[in-house]
C-alpha cells in the first residue's frame, strides 16, 4: 500500500473532529472501508455528517469505532508452523475523508483492530501497534502446535522499519530459527517452532531494525495426569491469543423445560399415557477449568478473556459464566491458580431454524 495506516482499537471509541468556521456549517465524515485483498469502494461506505453547533460551539465529533468494528470477525485460530498472512476479516482498513462545508479539511488513514484499551490508558490507547501479545512467559502442551503471535507493521512507513524474529530453543539442543517478518504486513508465527517442539519450547525474541523489541518466553509443559483444554481467545489488541488450562475440569448440564398438566382424550384414558407433559425440553452445557501453577502476570491474562467477546475452547465457542474473579499476587498466595467457568454458546439440542 501506499499509504501509511495508522492502528486503531474498535472497541474503544475513536473520535475525529473538526470545527467548523461559522455557527451551521456542515461536518462531514466520508469512510471508505475495504478488507485485505480487497479494492477501496469507489463511492463512501458511511456518510456521516453534523452541523457546527452554534459561534461558540463549533467543533462536531464522530465516533467511527462502531462503523469499522462491523467489519471485523473472528471464527476461529488457524494452527501455522511458519509466517503466515492473518485472514482478512480479523481486520479492517479505512480511509476517512473530513470536510467542511463541502471542502476536504484532512484525510486519515486507518487499520481498525477489535481491541481496547483500558480506561486509566486514555482515549482510544494503541500501546503496542505493532507486536500483539504482552511479553512474559507463557505455558503450552508438549510437544504441540497451539497459539500464535500477531503482529502488524507497515511496509511503506517512513523511514524504512525492519522487523525479524528470532527462536532460541529453551534447552539448547536445537539451533536458532529467524523470521524476516517484513515478508507480510499483517501475519502470525506459531508461538513455537517447529524444530523446537518436544525440546522445552522457545524464547521468541522480536527485532526492529536490530534493537530488542520484545521478549516472549513459550515453555513446553507435560500434564501426565488430566486432559488439558486450550483456550483460544481474542484479547485487548484485537487477535487471538492461546493459553491452556492444564488441570482438572469438570462440565454439568442444565436444563430447562415446560410442564403441563394435560386433558385425557376421554375419560376413560389410556394409563400409559402421560398426564404430565414436558415441552420447550433443552440444556446448556457448563465446564469450569483450571490454569494450574502460573507466574503473578497472568492476572491481566485472566481479566482479558473475562472481557473477551470470542472465546474457544477446544474449538468449540463458549461465553465467560465466571464475573468476578480474584487478581493474585505472589506475595499473598505463593503459589497462583485460576479457576474458570464457561458457558457452551449454545444448546445441547439444535434447535435453530
Given at each position: 500500500?501506499?499509504?501509511?495506516?495508522?492502528?486503531?482499537?474498535?472497541?474503544?471509541?475513536?473520535?475525529?473532529?473538526?470545527?467548523?468556521?461559522?455557527?451551521?456549517?456542515?461536518?462531514?465524515?466520508?469512510?471508505?472501508?475495504?478488507?485485505?485483498?480487497?479494492?477501496?469502494?469507489?463511492?463512501?461506505?458511511?456518510?456521516?455528517?453534523?452541523?457546527?453547533?452554534?459561534?461558540?460551539?463549533?467543533?462536531?465529533?464522530?465516533d467511527i469505532s462502531p462503523y469499522l468494528k462491523y467489519y471485523i470477525s473472528h471464527t476461529?485460530?488457524?494452527?501455522?508452523?511458519?509466517?503466515?498472512?492473518?485472514?482478512?476479516?480479523?481486520?479492517?482498513?479505512?480511509?476517512?475523508?473530513?470536510?467542511?462545508?463541502?471542502?476536504?479539511?484532512?484525510?486519515?488513514?486507518?487499520?481498525?483492530?477489535?481491541?481496547?484499551?483500558?480506561?486509566?490508558?486514555?482515549?482510544?490507547?494503541?500501546?503496542?501497534?505493532?507486536?500483539?501479545?504482552?511479553?512474559?512467559?507463557?505455558?503450552?502442551?508438549?510437544?504441540?502446535?497451539?497459539?500464535?503471535?500477531?503482529?502488524?507493521?507497515?511496509?511503506?512507513?517512513?523511514?524504512?522499519?525492519?522487523?525479524?524474529?528470532?527462536?532460541?530453543?529453551?534447552?539448547?539442543?536445537?539451533?536458532?530459527?529467524?523470521?524476516?517478518?517484513?515478508?507480510?504486513?499483517?501475519?502470525?508465527?506459531?508461538?513455537?517452532?517447529?524444530?523446537?517442539?518436544?525440546?522445552?519450547?522457545?524464547?521468541?525474541?522480536?527485532?526492529?531494525?536490530?534493537?530488542?523489541?520484545?521478549?516472549?518466553?513459550?515453555?513446553?509443559?507435560?500434564?501426565?495426569?488430566?486432559?488439558?483444554?486450550?483456550?483460544?481467545?481474542?484479547?485487548?489488541?484485537?487477535?487471538?491469543?492461546?493459553?491452556?488450562?492444564?488441570?482438572?475440569?469438570?462440565?454439568?448440564?442444565?436444563?430447562?423445560?415446560?410442564?403441563?398438566?394435560?386433558?385425557?382424550?376421554?375419560?376413560?384414558?389410556?394409563?400409559s399415557k402421560n398426564i404430565t407433559q414436558n415441552f420447550n425440553t433443552n440444556g446448556t452445557?457448563?465446564?469450569?477449568?483450571?490454569?494450574?501453577?502460573?507466574?503473578?502476570?497472568?492476572?491481566?491474562?485472566?481479566?482479558?478473556?473475562?472481557?473477551?467477546?470470542?472465546?474457544?475452547?477446544?474449538?468449540?465457542?463458549?461465553?465467560?459464566?465466571?464475573?468476578?474473579?480474584?487478581?493474585?499476587?505472589?506475595?499473598?498466595?505463593?503459589?497462583?491458580?485460576?479457576?474458570?467457568?464457561?458457558?457452551?454458546?449454545?444448546?445441547?439440542?439444535?434447535?435453530?431454524?
Amino acid at each position: 500500500m501506499s499509504n501509511v495506516y495508522t492502528k486503531i482499537n474498535t472497541r474503544s471509541p475513536y473520535i475525529i473532529s473538526q470545527a467548523g468556521s461559522n455557527a451551521g456549517d456542515l461536518i462531514q465524515v466520508e469512510l471508505y472501508i475495504h478488507q485485505s485483498g480487497g479494492s477501496e469502494p469507489a463511492s463512501a461506505t458511511f456518510n456521516l455528517s453534523k452541523p457546527a453547533p452554534s459561534a461558540s460551539l463549533l467543533t462536531v465529533y464522530f465516533d467511527i469505532s462502531p462503523y469499522l468494528k462491523y467489519y471485523i470477525s473472528h471464527t476461529s485460530l488457524t494452527p501455522v508452523t511458519g509466517l503466515t498472512a492473518t485472514s482478512a476479516g480479523n481486520y479492517v482498513y479505512c480511509k476517512a475523508l473530513i470536510k467542511k462545508a463541502g471542502v476536504l479539511q484532512d484525510t486519515k488513514f486507518l487499520i481498525g483492530y477489535n481491541g481496547y484499551g483500558y480506561f486509566e490508558n486514555g482515549s482510544n490507547p494503541v500501546l503496542d501497534a505493532h507486536i500483539m501479545l504482552d511479553e512474559g512467559e507463557y505455558y503450552l502442551l508438549k510437544n504441540q502446535n497451539n497459539g500464535a503471535l500477531f503482529y502488524s507493521i507497515d511496509s511503506d512507513a517512513s523511514p524504512a522499519e525492519d522487523w525479524d524474529a528470532k527462536y532460541v530453543c529453551l534447552d539448547g539442543t536445537t539451533a536458532d530459527v529467524d523470521i524476516n517478518l517484513n515478508t507480510q504486513d499483517n501475519a502470525y508465527i506459531p508461538y513455537i517452532t517447529p524444530t523446537h517442539k518436544n525440546n522445552g519450547g522457545s524464547t521468541l525474541k522480536i527485532f526492529k531494525d536490530s534493537s530488542l523489541y520484545k521478549t516472549f518466553t513459550f515453555t513446553e509443559v507435560c500434564e501426565p495426569k488430566y486432559t488439558p483444554v486450550v483456550c483460544d481467545f481474542v484479547n485487548k489488541y484485537g487477535v487471538w491469543q492461546t493459553i491452556i488450562f492444564f488441570k482438572v475440569s469438570k462440565s454439568n448440564i442444565n436444563t430447562t423445560r415446560s410442564t403441563f398438566n394435560m386433558m385425557p382424550s376421554s375419560p376413560t384414558y389410556n394409563t400409559s399415557k402421560n398426564i404430565t407433559q414436558n415441552f420447550n425440553t433443552n440444556g446448556t452445557e457448563t465446564i469450569t477449568v483450571n490454569t494450574g501453577f502460573v507466574r503473578e502476570g497472568y492476572s491481566d491474562v485472566m481479566k482479558q478473556i473475562l472481557l473477551s467477546e470470542t472465546i474457544r475452547l477446544d474449538g468449540e465457542p463458549v461465553v465467560p459464566q465466571t464475573n468476578s474473579l480474584d487478581m493474585h499476587k505472589s506475595i499473598n498466595e505463593r503459589l497462583i491458580n485460576y479457576t474458570l467457568s464457561f458457558n457452551y454458546a449454545h444448546h445441547i439440542i439444535n434447535n435453530i431454524q
